[in-house]
């Protein structure tokens, strides 16, 4: 028997779904959330440096697994099959909160001129560098409720960068680490302005929840001791708890039917037992992420829109983003490791935009604890690689290195893209997502500017010997993937509407980070949990003026 | 989806030396009239080999280069803390796509030593042991002998996960008596309440 009609079907429960459905079912609606992957713990894989999500050689810790391959252009024309633990794959997750169960936890808001890049900057030659449709200033008590709902430690006091915000954050930021400190000192030498990195953790207890305890590993782990906030252990049971909400777990969407008038009628998907379903709802949201999305509406074939749900002009899937991460390596004299986890404590928003010649730019921070196997990677150029010395390096140096990162504004690129393969298909039969294109030159100049400034912060604060890390022209993606959905005014270069609608399909949304324009120089989850909370509300508005039945 | 490899080589990793010790048995059982199958079958079972996709000869051939790569002083290198362990068990779970490369990267390897330096890897002197490294690593290695995997593809297969087995988790067979993180000096297992985190 087919499970009963809903009013809404929620496609993916993370940091832009779960908070969907909570905003829904709060609202009163019905809603079935559909989450392919199932929810997950710590003890699971524990602190395994081998299989996390952010190394992965021995598979993703939290999703998803070998049944749910990908197809890259290794080079011109030259396709690869590739599973979701290679780099090339672009992964982010798949459980019930997604990346927000085992990412770094920043807690960004994008700054205004974010919102406006086309306007700051002319788009570049060879890129769709466009203006969202909404603003910062629209987005703001989105962000709010993100910050206060989810759970933000911050304090923007020091950071004059900040944009304007009407109330503070709920808890206070963390502390500054050795490295944090050392840090300080050298960018207040240097004119920098900087200020500890707001975080979706506990500083103090909260919500029934632990403060964190500084645990070493935390980027690419699940949280011991729950005291990181993420989708799994806030929006989502709250939704769950209003009694509106069923969470099916293990549950891959296969299409989205859209009928004769143009109008979403359900999902169909496969159950934890690779039985086909179909759930019938009002209004149907996706938030599978940007590739995922993207993937899912261009399987969504009808005869309206023979090319894909939204489709209509070709713009699914396009302008794939992530962020052209660039920064420098330090080694130190003195022991600059304290194990004060999870290590990454300091910003700096200096060179977010303002640079003399540069198309943005980015924040810059200290790094996350690196594990012994990913030190085995950093080293200054022309090191060896392995035998005697190599291990000498390791062992006077683990605990001698700082990182200093950024995530590079990227410029979207229209051939830069997701598509569905035509040959490949996944455990289900479903066709994969196919991806193709590369970062636009511009990101690989502002690369170049910000590792300058990261070196130079270094040097400052008594490195001995600095080398850059410089983004390459490879596609980009991953677990910032964002904008194949874009938000826009023009039906013919966007794929929604301001409010994550779809211009064709009036019952059908999209909430996750294939919605953002532009990316921001930023880790980009607050501002997809911001959506979450702005599509969940205006849909749950209009709904209750009688729209969308 | 890395299909499995069949394996060609002496079948599931039967040595030479097993399969010789089987005959003797298999022999000696015949004699005494209880050569049946199921007899047979325990007997296989009683000399399982010591590596699951590892030949003995492809397997000390790797424990060498290993070596070379995260060489033993003061510290455990990787030799002697499972490397080899640590890359059979995986050639038989998620690394299942490796092993054509694995059996064919060694075969160059080994040809590749007795063609261009002048014999089996393990008796070349350190000076040399390097030098071939450094040839395949480099992917200057005579090019005939290297079809596919190309010398530098299986070099750089090879360290990463040498560089795995020693530096990550003890969990995968590799980092045996946690070895690497004794030698950066970091505290493991974490174990709240004792050796950090007294406020949790």
């Given at each position: 028997?087919?499970p009963g009609?809903?009013?809404?079907?929620?496609?993916?429960?993370?940091?832009?779904?779960?908070?969907?459905a909570k905003?829904?079912?709060e609202a009163?609606?019905?809603?079935?959330?559909?989450?392919r992957?199932?929810?997950?713990s710590?003890?699971?894989?524990?602190q395994?440096?081998?299989?996390n999500?952010r190394?992965?050689?021995?598979?993703?810790?939290y999703?998803?697994?070998?049944?749910s391959?990908?197809?890259?252009?290794?080079?011109p024309g030259k396709?690869?099959?590739?599973?979701?633990?290679?780099g090339?794959?672009?992964?982010?997750?798949a459980?019930?909160?997604?990346?927000?169960?085992?990412?770094?936890?920043?807690?960004?808001?994008?700054m205004?001129n974010?919102f406006?890049?086309?306007?700051t900057y002319?788009?570049?030659?060879?890129?769709?560098?466009e203006?969202?449709p909404?603003?910062y200033a629209?987005?703001?008590p989105?962000y709010?409720?993100a910050?206060?709902?989810?759970?933000?430690?911050g304090?923007?006091?020091?950071n004059?960068?900040s944009?304007?915000?009407?109330?503070?954050?709920?808890?206070?930021?963390?502390?500054?680490?050795r490295?944090g400190?050392?840090l300080r000192a050298?960018?207040?030498?240097l004119?920098?302005?900087?200020?500890p990195?707001?975080?979706?953790?506990?500083?103090v207890p909260r919500?029934?929840r632990?403060?964190c305890?500084?645990n070493?590993?935390?980027c690419?782990?699940?949280c011991?001791?729950?005291?990181?906030?993420g989708?799994q252990?806030t929006?989502v049971?709250?939704a769950?708890?209003t009694?509106n909400?069923?969470?099916?777990?293990?549950?891959?969407?296969?299409?989205?039917?859209?009928?004769?008038?143009?109008r979403?009628r359900?999902?169909?998907?496969?159950?934890g037992?690779?039985?086909?379903?179909?759930q019938?709802?009002?209004?149907?949201?996706l938030?599978?992420?940007?590739?995922?999305?993207?993937?899912?509406?261009?399987?969504?074939?009808?005869?309206?829109?023979p090319?894909?749900?939204?489709?209509?002009?070709d713009?699914?899937?396009r302008?794939?983003?992530?962020h052209?991460?660039?920064g420098?390596?330090?080694?130190f004299a003195?022991?600059?490791?304290?194990?004060v986890?999870?290590?990454?404590?300091?910003?700096?928003?200096d060179?977010?935009?303002?640079?003399?010649g540069?198309?943005?730019?980015?924040a810059?921070?200290n790094?996350?604890?690196r594990?012994?196997?990913?030190?085995?990677?950093?080293r200054p150029?022309?090191?060896?690689r392995?035998?005697?010395?190599?291990?000498?390096?390791q062992?006077?140096?683990?605990?001698?290195?700082?990182v200093?990162?950024?995530?590079?504004?990227e410029m979207p690129?229209?051939?830069a893209?997701?598509?569905?393969?035509p040959?490949?298909?996944?455990?289900?039969?479903?066709p994969?997502?196919r991806?193709?294109?590369?970062?636009h030159?511009?990101?690989?100049?502002?690369?170049?500017?910000?590792?300058?400034k990261a070196e130079?912060?270094?040097?400052?604060?008594?490195?001995?010997?600095v080398w850059h890390?410089?983004?390459?022209?490879?596609?980009?993606g991953g677990q910032?993937?964002a904008?194949?959905?874009?938000?826009?005014?023009?039906?013919?270069?966007?794929v929604t509407?301001?409010?994550?609608?779809l211009?064709?399909?009036?019952?059908l949304?999209?909430?996750?980070a294939g919605l953002h324009?532009?990316?921001?120089?930023?880790?980009?989850?607050l501002?997809?949990?911001?959506?979450?909370?702005?599509?969940g509300?205006h849909?749950?508005?209009a709904?209750?003026?009688?729209g969308l039945? | 989806?890395?299909?499995?490899?069949?394996d060609?080589?002496g079948?599931a990793?039967?040595?030479?030396?097993?399969?010789l010790k089987?005959?003797?048995?298999?022999?000696?059982?015949?004699?005494?009239?209880?050569?049946?199958t199921?007899a047979?079958?325990?007997?296989?079972?009683?000399?399982?080999?010591?590596?699951?996709?590892?030949?003995d000869?492809?397997a000390a051939l790797?424990?060498?280069?290993?070596d070379?790569?995260?060489?033993?002083?003061?510290?455990?290198?990787?030799?002697?803390?499972?490397?080899?362990?640590?890359?059979d068990?995986?050639?038989?779970?998620?690394?299942?796509?490796h092993?054509r490369?694995?059996?064919?990267?060694l075969e160059?390897?080994?040809?590749?030593c007795?063609?261009a330096?002048?014999?089996?890897?393990?008796?070349l002197?350190a000076?040399?042991?390097?030098?071939?490294?450094?040839?395949i690593?480099?992917?200057?290695?005579?090019q005939?002998?290297w079809d596919?995997?190309?010398?530098r593809d299986f070099?750089?297969?090879?360290?990463a996960?040498?560089?795995q087995?020693?530096?990550?988790?003890?969990?995968?067979g590799?980092?045996?008596?946690?070895?690497?993180?004794?030698?950066?000096?970091?505290d493991?297992p974490q174990v709240?309440g004792?050796?950090?985190?007294p406020?949790?």
């Amino acid at each position: 028997m087919e499970p009963g009609h809903v009013n809404a079907v929620v496609v993916g429960a993370g940091a832009g779904g779960g908070i969907v459905a909570k905003e829904l079912s709060e609202a009163g609606l019905s809603v079935v959330l559909l989450e392919r992957g199932d929810w997950v713990s710590f003890e699971t894989h524990g602190q395994d440096e081998l299989i996390n999500q952010r190394t992965t050689p021995l598979g993703n810790a939290y999703g998803p697994d070998d049944r749910s391959p990908r197809v890259v252009e290794a080079a011109p024309g030259k396709w690869a099959v590739v599973m979701p633990n290679e780099g090339a794959y672009g992964n982010n997750a798949a459980c019930v909160g997604s990346g927000t169960v085992s990412y770094g936890a920043m807690a960004w808001r994008f700054m205004e001129n974010d919102f406006r890049m086309r306007s700051t900057y002319g788009a570049p030659e060879g890129s769709t560098l466009e203006d969202w449709p909404i603003s910062y200033a629209d987005l703001e008590p989105y962000y709010e409720k993100a910050e206060w709902e989810i759970g933000v430690s911050g304090d923007m006091s020091e950071n004059p960068f900040s944009p304007p915000r009407r109330r503070p954050y709920p808890m206070p930021a963390f502390e500054y680490n050795r490295e944090g400190l050392i840090l300080r000192a050298a960018a207040t030498r240097l004119g920098l302005h900087p200020f500890p990195i707001p975080m979706l953790r506990n500083s103090v207890p909260r919500a029934g929840r632990n403060a964190c305890v500084h645990n070493r590993y935390c980027c690419g782990f699940a949280c011991p001791n729950d005291a990181k906030n993420g989708t799994q252990n806030t929006a989502v049971p709250r939704a769950i708890a209003t009694g509106n909400c069923e969470l099916r777990t293990r549950c891959i969407a296969s299409e989205v039917v859209v009928d004769e008038r143009g109008r979403a009628r359900g999902v169909r998907y496969f159950d934890g037992s690779d039985r086909a379903r179909y759930q019938t709802a009002d209004l149907v949201v996706l938030s599978g992420g940007a590739i995922e999305t993207a993937r899912l509406l261009l399987n969504s074939k009808s005869r309206l829109f023979p090319n894909g749900a939204g489709n209509r002009y070709d713009w699914v899937g396009r302008n794939l983003q992530g962020h052209a991460y660039s920064g420098a390596v330090g080694l130190f004299a003195e022991e600059t490791f304290d194990d004060v986890g999870p290590g990454a404590t300091i910003a700096v928003s200096d060179f977010n935009h303002g640079n003399p010649g540069i198309c943005g730019g980015g924040a810059l921070c200290n790094e996350f604890i690196r594990p012994p196997y990913g030190f085995t990677g950093m080293r200054p150029p022309g090191a060896p690689r392995w035998g005697k010395e190599h291990k000498d390096f390791q062992r006077r140096n683990f605990k001698r290195s700082v990182v200093v990162m950024g995530p590079v504004q990227e410029m979207p690129v229209y051939t830069a893209r997701a598509e569905v393969d035509p040959g490949v298909r996944d455990h289900w039969g479903i066709p994969v997502a196919r991806l193709s294109g590369g970062r636009h030159p511009s990101d690989l100049e502002t690369g170049r500017f910000l590792a300058s400034k990261a070196e130079q912060w270094l040097r400052e604060a008594g490195a001995v010997s600095v080398w850059h890390n410089l983004p390459g022209r490879g596609l980009s993606g991953g677990q910032h993937q964002a904008g194949t959905c874009r938000m826009g005014n023009d039906p013919k270069t966007s794929v929604t509407n301001r409010l994550g609608q779809l211009h064709d399909v009036d019952n059908l949304f999209v909430a996750d980070a294939g919605l953002h324009v532009t990316n921001g120089g930023f880790n980009p989850a607050l501002t997809i949990m911001a959506l979450g909370f702005w599509v969940g509300h205006h849909i749950a508005e209009a709904w209750k003026g009688g729209g969308l039945r | 989806m890395g299909a499995p490899e069949p394996d060609t080589a002496g079948g599931a990793g039967l040595s030479r030396r097993t399969a010789l010790k089987l005959g003797v048995v298999g022999f000696v059982g015949a004699a005494v009239g209880v050569g049946s199958t199921a007899a047979f079958a325990r007997l296989v079972r009683t000399t399982r080999p010591r590596y699951r996709f590892f030949t003995d000869d492809e397997a000390a051939l790797l424990v060498d280069i290993c070596d070379q790569i995260i060489p033993g002083d003061e510290a455990p290198g990787a030799t002697d803390t499972g490397a080899i362990d640590y890359i059979d068990r995986q050639l038989g779970g998620p690394y299942a796509r490796h092993r054509r490369a694995y059996r064919r990267g060694l075969e160059s390897f080994r040809r590749t030593c007795l063609e261009a330096h002048g014999g089996p890897f393990r008796g070349l002197p350190a000076a040399r042991k390097l030098e071939a490294l450094r040839s395949i690593e480099s992917g200057e290695a005579p090019q005939a002998l290297w079809d596919e995997p190309s010398a530098r593809d299986f070099f750089n297969m090879v360290l990463a996960h040498t560089m795995q087995s020693f530096y990550g988790s003890p969990r995968h067979g590799g980092n045996r008596g946690y070895a690497s993180y004794r030698m950066l000096g970091l505290d493991y297992p974490q174990v709240v309440g004792q050796n950090r985190y007294p406020k949790a």
